[in-house]
């Protein structure tokens, strides 16, 4: 590179002089590139870092203490007996117990009661099926089941059979008169009679 040199007179005259000539040395510039690669890798490193405390700190302060907090929710559902289905905190090492671990027994727990749930909502099911289609004092077949098995008997073709419909004389009379309770008293004895004395394939209404 080459730089002029020049100064003015005292009569105001620009003069030149001559000029300076300067080298520069590759290995220089090339010391020079590498010292400013490693700085500013070394930074973008540091900023990583930081980046990366903030983030985890952040995290522990926002997603993982919702979690916990979802994990101690599902807890005050928790039964002593049930803790026999999953493995207590303390039979873990320390250092594998964190947030996620605790909303995973969580959700197994949550799934343990949602299980006994259904279970529990599938009996009642059936006992309301049973209920719906039997009568519950004597324990025969109702009304609706009885007109239910008459259709579906119906519809079968070459079908045959007997129908005997029983009535018990003057029944509101003893009601009246004795009270209720011989009175269902006396149904139970004439369904067991009934029941009793039935063939095999016939259905007692």
Not at 57 to 77: D, E, I, M, P
Not at 144 to 149: D, K, R, V, Y
């Amino acid at each position: 590179h080459k730089f002029p040199l020049s100064y003015v007179n005292t009569y105001g005259e620009e003069m030149s002089v001559g000029h300076i000539e300067a080298y520069v040395n590759p290995e220089y510039l090339l010391n020079f590139f590498a010292l400013s690669i490693s700085i500013f890798l070394a930074s973008l490193l540091l900023i990583s870092l930081l980046i990366l405390i903030i983030v985890r700190r952040s995290f522990h302060k926002t997603v993982a203490h919702r979690l916990k907090h979802l994990s101690s929710q599902f807890n005050l559902q928790r039964e002593q007996n049930e803790y026999e289905h999953l493995t207590k905190i303390e039979d873990y090492p320390q250092k594998e117990r964190d947030e996620i671990s605790d909303l995973v027994d969580a959700y197994n727990l949550s799934s343990l009661h949602a299980a006994r749930y259904i279970e529990a909502i599938n009996k009642n099911n059936e006992l309301l099926t049973t209920l719906a289609q039997k009568d519950p004092l004597t324990g025969n077949l109702n009304r609706q089941a009885f007109l239910e098995n008459m259709n579906k008997t119906l519809e079968k073709l070459g079908t045959y059979g007997t129908l005997v419909r029983i009535n018990i004389l003057n029944f509101s009379s003893i009601n009246l008169k004795y009270g209720q309770q011989h009175g269902d008293d006396i149904l139970k004895r004439t369904s067991l009679a009934l029941t009793q004395h039935s063939p095999a394939n016939a259905s007692v209404c």
